[in-house]
């Protein structure tokens, strides 16, 4: 499957994609339905940037929407940006009023730091509304050394 961006082709070379409830334990959950998903694509960093990327992104869909929570790991080969790791998060709820931003926290607060860590970790990242509820996605480039998409993306 091709899909256009701002820097040209892309073409998606393996996708995965899961189903969980909207609960405390899923981004946990997420967390290991991920990693052992890049133990069959990576043969070494960054799955753990990946890894904490899908728990902030799914952490912040069961606590603002409503399950439903959906995660999809794609690995794209991208012409500018040679191969790319798109995490997408999304739900069924209402979302934020806007679109999502990294907010300003007080130092003692134990929150609120999530979007800041994505912001960080990732070459982009965004949101698209949907029919009903909302989609977060983040992409992180990474060498192509990194991945084996060979293995079937089942």
Known sequence: MSVLSSGGSRTVRATCTWTLPATLESPGEARRQVMDRLRRWCHSQPADEIVLVVSELVTNAVRHGAGPVWHTLK????EAAAWVVRIEVG???SG???SPTPRNTASGECGGRGLHLVEALTSRWGTD???RGRLVWAELTVLSAH???SVSAG
Do not use: A
Request: hydrophobic share 40%; charged share 40%; net charge negative.
């Open 75 to 78: 690995v794209i080969r991208d």
């Open 91 to 93: 739900d069924h709820g």
């Open 147 to 149: 991945l084996d998409v």
């Open 96 to 98: 934020w009023d806007g």
């Open 129 to 131: 509304r949907l029919p």
